[in-house]
């Protein structure tokens, strides 16, 4: 039966996310039951992309790269596909009406990865855009189907979200890609000369914002979204203060983590919240 390929299917997805990100998981566990497979299906989408950019080294990742591409529009214009984390993507893509732009430009940017890179300002903004703003404009197609003035209202908070999560990211993993993907994120800081107090405290400021102008959309999300999305929130606001309360050289030499003690505290907190109506 077809229900069953695709119940399989979400399934290898729901199996990615939680192999791959707890916090993530955990966040997830909190949306309305109605948005749980789509999001699982835009994290297996999206952390499968990354994944062959980031850890195929000893394959030719730009010939798999592209082969997930072709493939990923096939999925789209068939409506199905063998490839589960793809079939399960273009069901969600089908069903939200996800933007084939989006798609677009997340492939884009996990192209800019196949090469060594220190990004200028232009080209930092594109890649945090394709990379991770697209994929807040994804989630926010699955929480918004039904209203398309909700979706266009909360489109700037939105990717703000996306990009605080991925700036906390790079903050949290500059060691690791300079040193082993020969990736400089931020423009104009040199890792091979210093990373101090002044350049940490301008990328934090740039963070600081965006976080700001997140918190105001989440607390305009449809409430069976509103928990999910406050828990990922949360993660990554305590992850950063962990990050902000760092010195420089020590966020050189140590990836900051959030325990699963932790995690489980923040979820206990927005699921009160929410339960309390205070968001």
């Keep these: 039966m077809l ?53 195929f080294h000893d394959f030719d990742k730009s010939e798999l790269l592209q082969e997930f591409s072709q493939d990923t529009w096939k999925a789209i214009d068939r409506g199905i596909s063998l490839n589960p984390v793809l079939d399960s993507f273009q069901k969600t893509v089908s069903e939200c009406g996800i933007e084939r732009d989006l798609i677009q430009a997340f492939l884009d940017s996990m192209s800019m990865d196949l090469q060594d890179i220190a990004y200028a300002e232009h080209s930092y903004n594109t890649y945090i855009y394709g990379s991770a703003e697209v994929v807040g404009l994804m989630c926010l197609r699955v929480f918004c189907a039904d209203d398309n003035p909700l979706y266009e209202r909360l489109k700037p ?23 082993n993907r020969g990736r400089t994120y931020f423009p104009g800081v040199d890792l091979g000369i210093q990373f101090d107090e002044r350049a ?30 406050l828990t990922a929130y949360r993660f990554y606001l305590n ?17 900051i983590r959030i325990s699963n003690i932790e995690k489980a505290a923040l ?10 109506s205070w968001l």
């Design 157 to 179: 908070a939105a990717r703000h979200l996306g990009a605080a999560f991925q700036k906390v990211n790079f903050l949290r993993d500059i060691r690791d890609d300079y040193e």
């Design 267 to 276: 979820l206990a907190g927005s699921v009160l919240s929410h339960r309390l």
């Design 239 to 255: 992850l950063f203060r962990k990050i902000k309360r760092t010195a420089p050289a020590q966020v050189m030499v140590t990836r």
């Design 200 to 229: 940490k405290k301008e990328i934090e400021a740039d963070i600081e914002e965006d976080f700001k102008k997140a918190f105001e959309g989440i607390c305009q999300l449809p409430r069976g979204a509103r928990t999910g999305v």
């Design 3 to 55: 229900s069953l390929y695709r119940r399989t299917n979400i399934e290898c997805s729901k199996i990615i996310t939680r192999n791959y990100s707890t916090s993530f998981s955990m966040g997830i566990m909190a949306f309305d039951k109605k948005f749980r497979d789509s999001i699982y299906a835009i994290y297996g989408f999206v952390r499968y992309a990354d994944e062959i950019v980031d850890t």
